[in-house]
């Protein structure tokens, strides 16, 4: 990587009189590789360098990104930024940023084996191993949709303030889309599973028996679940539900962008306002934690795209609205520091709040705990269809492994009930949080042009009390 | 300098059976504004080199970032060397074999934007002025040339240049009232933000003190910026692929009624000023304009060169190499004219916009979406008052049944969810679910 041109880069910006620039180079090589119905359909091979650079002059912001790694092309695209801030006088925003630490680190995610030492041939032949297995297991798999790809991306972020972060950071991630069928009868599912780090991950994901216990318990549910009779129920979300809703209704909307207006246009404001921070979210039981630091992770990273060190933020307290995500532009707005979630989905793109890793925190009820004293309940485990609204108030979870809870017991199956409520009354409800949580891959959708980028959400199984189904 | 020609010259010299190269050059500008204030404004200039090259039917897609030719050769070497250890794609079927004459397509590049210097801050400044009645607009505003070649080692080498201006604007009269406009067009002719912000902000103030909505069903009159992003997903059903992936709620609808007579949507590659236009496929095929459904009756499929020889038909043109795509779904413009749509509407809702569609079975088309921005209750046939906290829970091919009128003035749309470009005038669906939070 051409890291000395980063370099160029802040003092080019700042020979023509930006007072603030830093820069971010990032190469990348990836591989992917795509099955259809067991058909190795393509392997897609990806290189890529580039190198954007942000800075501020006066009090305007402008970006400029590239792979052309010149010196002549870097510098003729500061100076068109710097002539477009100069046309628009009048109609610039006053953007200004936190103090921080100007920090200098060099860190590596370890992987035990190396992703780019397994063939691309073995790494396919997983996959196609993978859908024989299945499919030989349990036939009412229909189709099946896999995709399974692996990057190493080495960043390089410097700022006129003296910033100097180097990162190598290995990811994997794995998705399908299937369909089960019984008779006429047919059920849709999807997921994603993904990690920062080497091979072994893919080996710990544990896909074939994953896969063909999810493909069976929905064959069941085809075969035995009846529609759920609509009414009031307690409920006890699955961690994948858990994680889903801690992501959709606590890290989106805690998000200070939103709150701030700044992604009005695209990806929505938020329920919450700045003045909220104290007050009651939820039952004493909901801790909600975002922490990019967590090993291993899909949303890993140490240091955030604008160079701040990062660390476990608590975004809900015992049921108390805690902090929300800030960069520095929004942590200067509010009179605060910067938590560091600055992140880009690559070089391409400017850094925009976003979330790492999301959870509610485990509690102390066991899984039998959570269950016995439910008298009529639903047991939603995994879910298909979900959304939200953009200020992250009502939502809708719609279950794919669904059973009834009679009695204290999981029993029957039900297919597609819907829980369909506003975030407080969620958060209220709830009064048991289990103590086993799990960790799954997502990717998030946020800021215009989309950036996608890698995040965890997750949690234990929780319980909901009275909430109405249909 | 390294051409599209020249990578698949190097492929074939590697061994390579077939192979296709695009090589992409693209300038593009973006600016950013919220709350009527540029955030951030931001330029990037791209190149981009991807050969795909199949060798004893094993296939092989790489994205070049060094686009010197001893370099690449090296690459694509590297690549090829290793190529024998991965499996068999029994269903490839092949790439495009030419030679093909081109056909210009009208109005998909314009000089002007070309040369767009800082023009796009001075359409802006209208934008924000011809939103002045609101309190605050926050949005984009996009520019881009492009200049994209297509080679293969079936005598394909083709060129085109193409320009794209898009505004995108949400204009909120209070943080509940908001109205979204957008302006899309490859030409500057057809570009006009200042009056997408005029759109944004009359429906934003039409939205002021919305009351909550009532969960049940109602006549709904989609305005084009919804409709597409419902569309959008009609158009991925009409991808070969989406079949053979079991998502696809058109599957083995070939001749059958999938929609009420009024409704037509066509794939147009060639439409004049498309978002989406273009000369040719990824595999460097001419461009063409396919039927999907007409009159309600699914007509055809989208297919690339390998789908059509494992489907015994003809290409469509509509690779994507792997996974062919429609370029402009084209709504066949109605007969009514604005208010004439909402006439004898007794029980309606008037969506504006809607976000965050998902799917609970694709192959079944069972979904739900959430209008976001002005939403209002239609009562004997005029629009009455805004209303919100409403879900649109339904069917998509129950909803393509129930279209029961369109609009006389299209309206080309593409956006954050509206990932296909779609050219649509309103449209009254008959018969729509809503749901609504329980608590």
Known sequence: ??????????????????GYVEARMESETGKGFLLKNGIPEVAGINFEEGLSVRFLKGKAMGFISTNELSKDAVSRLLRQGISRLHAANGINADVSFSVEKASTADYTVKQKTDIMDVSDGEKFNHLIQLYRNIKKAEPSLLTAHFSFSNRIREKLFVSSEGARIHAELPELSFFYLISVGRGSNTMQHMWQYGGSGGFELFHGWELEKKLASRVKALAKVLEEGKPLKPGSYDVVCGPEVTGLMSHESVGHPYEADRILGREAAQAGESFITPEMRGTRIGSEHVTVIDDPTMPGSYGFYLYDEEGVKAGPRTLIDRGII??????????????????????????????????????????????????????????????????????????????????????????????????????????????????????HAATCGKGEPMQGIPVFHGGPNIRLRNIRMK | MLSA??????????????????????????????????????????????????????????????LEEDKAKDVLAGVLKNVSAYPVNEEFGGFARGPFSYREVKDI???????????????????LKAGRNVKRLSGVLTSATEIAEVASSHDVDAEQKSTSLYFSARAFAEKNASGHGISASRMLYGFSPAKASEYASGIALKALNPVQGEAGRYDVVFEPLPWSNLLSHVGDS??????????????????QQVASREFSLTDDARAPNGIGSAVFDEEGR?????????????????????????????????????????????????????????????????????????????????????????????????????????????????????????????????????????????????????????Q
Not at chain 1, 359 to 380: A, C, H, T
């Open chain 1, 322 to 439: 805690g902090e929300f995500l800030h960069n520095r532009e929004s942590a200067a707005q509010l009179g605060t520091r910067s938590n560091a979630a600055a992140r880009a989905s690559d070089y391409g793109k400017e850094p925009i709040i976003r979330m790492a890793n999301t959870y509610v925190k485990p509690g102390s009820f066991s899984d039998d705990e959570l269950f016995e004293s439910i008298k009529q309940g639903v047991y939603v485990k995994s879910f298909m269809e979900w959304n939200i609204d953009d200020k992250r108030f009502n939502q809708k979870y719609v279950g794919a492994e669904s059973y009834l809870i009679e009695n204290g017991k999981i029993t029957s199956p039900v297919r597609n009930p819907v829980l369909e409520l506003t975030t407080p009354a969620l958060w209220k409800s709830v009064d048991a949080v289990g103590k086993k949580p799990e960790f």
């Open chain 1, 1 to 18: 990587m051409n890291l000395e041109l980063a370099d160029f880069a802040v003092r080019e910006g700042l020979n023509l009189g930006a």
């Open chain 2, 238 to 255: 009409s991808s070969i692929y989406s079949v053979e992936t079991g998502t696809s709620f058109l599957a083995g609808k070939e001749g």
């Open chain 2, 109 to 127: 590049y314009d000089p002007g934007v070309a040369d767009f210097g800082n023009s796009g801050v001075e359409l802006l400044r209208e934008a």
């Open chain 2, 5 to 66: 020609k020249s990578l698949v010259r190097i492929a074939e010299g590697l061994g390579a059976d077939e192979v296709v190269a695009q090589l992409v050059t693209e300038n593009s500008e973006l600016l950013k504004f919220v709350d009527n204030k540029i955030v951030n404004s931001q330029g990037q200039r791209l190149k981009q080199a991807n050969v795909v090259m199949a060798k004893d039917k094993r296939l092989i897609a790489v994205n070049l970032k060094e």
């Open chain 2, 286 to 438: 001419p461009s063409q304009t396919t039927p999907i459904i007409e009159k309600g009756v699914m007509k055809n499929f989208l297919h690339n060169t390998s789908t059509a020889a494992r489907h015994n038909t003809k290409s469509t043109a509509n690779a994507g190499i792997i996974s062919p795509e429609p370029f402009n779904l084209v709504v066949k413009t109605g007969t009514y004219k604005n208010q004439e749509i909402f006439q004898g509407i007794t029980r309606g809702i008037w969506v504006t916009n809607v976000w965050y569609t998902r799917f609970q079975h694709y192959a079944k088309g069972d979904f739900s979406t959430i209008p976001r921005d002005g939403m209002f209750l239609i009562e004997d046939g005029k629009v009455s008052r805004p209303i919100h906290g409403l879900r649109i829970s339904d069917n998509l091919p129950r909803m393509l049944k129930n279209v029961a009128r369109l609009g006389n003035q299209p309206v080309q749309i593409r956006g954050w969810e509206v990932w296909l470009p779609v050219t649509t005038p309103p449209c009254l669906v008959k018969d729509v679910n809503f749901s609504k939070s329980e």
